[in-house]
């Protein structure tokens, strides 16, 4: 059963806990973006937000989220306030507990939507740390790849009822389904309208059987610990599916983000027509949009135009060196390297083969930002040569 979602008015709402983060070009804001679903029109004001108070372009994350850079320290009322209004951080106590990944799919986003509100309904939730990560995913999904901790394994919704031509209701008879929820290479099978709350009595056997705060994985804890995680569970085999790549899928476009940096000019791009749904407007009447942990974001019937977005400054082809090149923040943004990463990067993108090895270029040996694939690194490479030659040494 899902537990319903805190109320966001009056006392309950509270702008004056955002937390911010501090770094050496000014303080950075992480948003809340569960499944990486958002509005168009959300996109937007976040991005008039990033133009406002701090650095233009809006940071995609490994985790399908976003990121405000560059901001003032301490955080302006107002942009707590909007931030706020956006419903991008839901309350103080849940600042942390943001971590909601998913597969792009559609059909998933029922799924999304109950384990968010069971998360939030729950305030001893809030206790699961930053790194704890939730996962909704279909079979063989690419998801799968990611270092989640607890994971949703479902068909998307559109799949999962069929239509009979006589059945015991007649001619709309449906079958319902049964989804997996996996931990630690172990699952149940529980019907899908209790999935969100099963998955979630494993966070909180996580946070009964976590011995300090510095255990942040259910892989962290002992074997021991991690045994009673799933009552009833058996063996469950893991297999990730590819990333999408850029470029359209049916009538959506796959939108690659260089480097995870969204600038105006692409959300500009975004916004098409008032016909496309995509312009302006109130909070939930715009186009939905589909933030994904690989830095891309899916447009719904948006196939027909990766020309427009591809001039606008996205990836919209597979044979883009953007699809194995990306790097960690870097110099200026971070004061714990003087190695300006993206910089580099840039420099060496017309160099990179994109059929090479994924190549992560960084500056310190925290390697920020990682994708989750198989990749090579280039630790504080100081020319584009450098880059290319870490690409060169994993073949």
């Given amino acids: ?83 706020d209004d956006l419903r991008l951080v839901p309350s103080g106590p849940h600042d942390k507990a943001r971590n909601i990944v998913a597969d792009p799919h559609a059909g998933l986003d029922p799924l999304v939507t109950a384990l968010d509100e069971g998360l939030l309904g729950d305030p001893g939730l809030a206790e699961l740390p930053g790194r704890f990560l939730l996962a909704v995913t279909s079979p063989g999904g690419p998801v799968l790849a990611e270092p989640w901790d607890v994971a ?31 931990a630690d290479g172990r699952a149940v099978t529980v019907p899908r309208d209790e999935a969100a709350e099963t998955a979630l009595d494993v966070a909180r056997s996580f946070l009964a059987a976590r011995p300090d705060t510095r255990t942040w994985n259910l892989r962290d804890l002992p074997e021991a610990a991690r045994a009673d ?14 990333p999408p790549a850029p470029g359209p899928v049916g009538a959506d476009l796959v939108a690659l983000v260089p480097l995870g940096l969204l600038t105006p000019a692409m959300v500009e791009g975004l916004q098409g027509s008032a016909a496309d749904g995509i312009a302006p407007q109130p909070e ?19 196939a027909a135009r990766a020309e427009e977005l591809a001039t606008a400054g996205f990836v919209t082809a597979p044979d883009s060196p ?74």
């Fill in 1 to 83: 059963m899902t537990t319903p979602s805190p109320s966001r008015s009056g006392a309950d709402r509270c702008p004056g806990l955002l937390t911010p983060f501090v770094s050496a070009d000014g303080a950075m804001v992480r948003l809340r973006i569960p499944g990486g679903r958002v509005d168009a029109s959300t996109l937007y004001a976040i991005s008039s937000l990033a133009g406002r108070f701090g650095d233009p372009e809006v940071t995609l994350t490994s985790r399908g989220s976003l990121q405000l850079r560059g901001l003032p320290d301490p955080l302006p009322r107002e942009l707590i306030t909007a931030i």
């Fill in 152 to 182: 949703i394994v479902a068909s998307p919704r559109s799949d999962v009822t069929s239509r009979h031509p006589r059945g015991p209701s007649g001619p709309a008879a449906r079958t319902s389904a049964t989804v997996h929820v996996v």
């Fill in 229 to 242: 995680l799933l009552p009833g569970s058996l063996p469950f085999d893991v297999v990730a599916g590819d």
């Fill in 322 to 395: 953007w699809t194995v090149l990306t790097a960690c923040a870097g110099a200026p943004a971070c004061a714990r390297t003087t190695t300006p990463t993206r910089d580099l990067a840039r420099a060496a993108a017309p160099l990179i083969d994109p059929a090479g090895s994924p190549v992560h270029v960084i500056g310190c040996e925290r390697a920020c930002g990682h994708p989750a694939r198989p990749h090579t690194i280039a630790l504080n490479p100081r020319t584009a040569a450098d880059v290319v030659a870490a690409q060169l040494e994993k073949a």
């Fill in 284 to 302: 939930g009447s715009g186009q939905r949009l589909a933030v994904t942990p690989w830095r891309s974001i899916v447009v719904p019937g948006a």
